[in-house]
């Protein structure tokens, strides 16, 4: 399918014909629903229209992380209105897409209300590498000490974490600690799983992550 980008005055009435037409003519592709997954598994959300009642991604990072940005509209283009712009007040990159039927799937899935929840069947969601690496450059770290990645899951209960633990173990092969933030929970892969971890997402790591591998 083509990209077709709507000049940023057709936003002024989000609800027009030609938006509507637009989004009729889309859905997501192989590729756009695992990125989504794992940026909504790290820093993505998934925000109401102004009716309340549809659902688009809307995604942000830090300056220091723009070229990855850049790297997720690309993905996203087609749903997107106008480029990524520049919030001096925070310091960050971000762009939202239009709403769209199954980005309002995806929320039912993801979301308890206003709350972001790990859904009970994470492993027939979480199935492809892409989907870690987005996660990790989303929301993870390297521990240089330890040679070793932390997911910053602490938005997450010790049971969801849990889920996402035995995803990992199963479906990847990574081991994890559920490890204690004050009181929060993150994911911590055990030393001997480091090098698993780094090969399933080193082919799909962009310029601004390298550093972080």
Request: proline fraction near 3%; charge should be positive.
């Amino acid at each position: 399918m083509g990209t077709k980008v709507i000049p940023r005055e057709a936003s002024r009435v989000t609800n027009s014909t030609t938006i509507r037409n637009l989004r009729d003519s889309l859905v997501l592709n192989d590729l756009q629903h695992k990125v989504l997954i794992g940026a909504i598994l790290g820093d993505g959300s998934l925000i109401a229209n102004s009716w309340g009642k549809s659902y688009r991604f809307h995604t942000q990072q830090s300056n220091v992380q723009k070229d990855y940005v850049f790297w997720k509209y690309k993905i996203f283009k087609n749903f997107v209105l106008s480029p990524p712009r520049f919030e001096a007040v925070t310091n960050s990159w971000k762009f939202r897409t239009i709403s769209h039927p199954e980005f309002t799937a995806y929320r039912n899935i993801f979301y308890s209300g206003k709350k972001k929840i790990i859904p009970s069947n994470i492993d027939e969601l979480l199935t492809h590498p892409i989907s870690m690496a987005v996660w990790y450059m989303d929301d993870g770290c390297y521990v240089k000490r330890d040679s070793t990645f932390i997911l910053n899951t602490q938005s997450f209960s010790w049971p969801e974490n849990y889920i996402l633990q035995e995803c990992l173990r199963k479906k990847f092969s990574i081991e994890t600690t559920i490890q204690r933030d004050k009181s929060y929970w993150r994911l911590y892969v055990k030393k001997r799983s480091a090098e698993i971890f780094r090969k399933l997402i080193w082919f799909y790591r962009d310029a601004s992550m390298r550093k972080r591998l």
